[in-house]
């Protein structure tokens, strides 16, 4: 049974840092590049982010490129994504993403284009 449990959001302040996993079980995490994404209040779903499934190419949207660094531990099952620089916009859930294929980036927000997904880590940043 493919399994996705994001953990870490919370409340920060601005300006503060958070680190994301993502457990991973139940397929080849590491035949599978992965995702996150992310939906604000009130907004549409966003990408965020998408890793290759050896953890060596990487790929971020404008609006947390530079804060945000996506990464992969393939031993343990685990994505990460470590957020630097919160912003209050980046207030939003969190969602570790798995593509309907194996080996393939995606980096478009459409839900039809993943086939698994965690329950999502709410991040709020506020003072």
């Known amino acids: 049974e493919v399994q996705l449990v994001e953990s870490g959001g919370g409340l920060v302040q601005p300006g503060g840092s958070l680190r994301l996993s993502c457990a991973a079980s139940?397929?080849?995490?590491?035949?599978?590049?992965m995702s996150w994404v992310r939906r604000a209040p009130g907004k549409r779903l966003e990408w965020v982010s998408a890793?290759?499934?050896?953890?060596?190419?990487?790929n971020y949207a404008d609006s947390v490129k530079g804060r945000f660094t996506i990464s992969r531990d393939n031993a343990k099952n685990t994505l990460y994504l470590q957020l630097n620089n919160l912003k209050p916009e980046d207030t939003a859930v969190y969602y570790c993403?798995?593509?309907?294929?194996?080996?393939?980036?995606?980096?478009?927000?459409?839900?039809?284009?993943?086939?698994?997904w965690g329950q999502g880590t709410q991040i709020t940043v506020s003072s």
């Open positions: 139940g397929f080849r995490f590491d035949s599978y590049a």
């Open positions: 890793i290759n499934s050896g953890g060596g190419s990487t």
């Open positions: 993403a798995r593509p309907r294929e194996p080996h393939v980036i995606v980096i478009i927000p459409g839900a039809d284009v993943f086939d698994y």
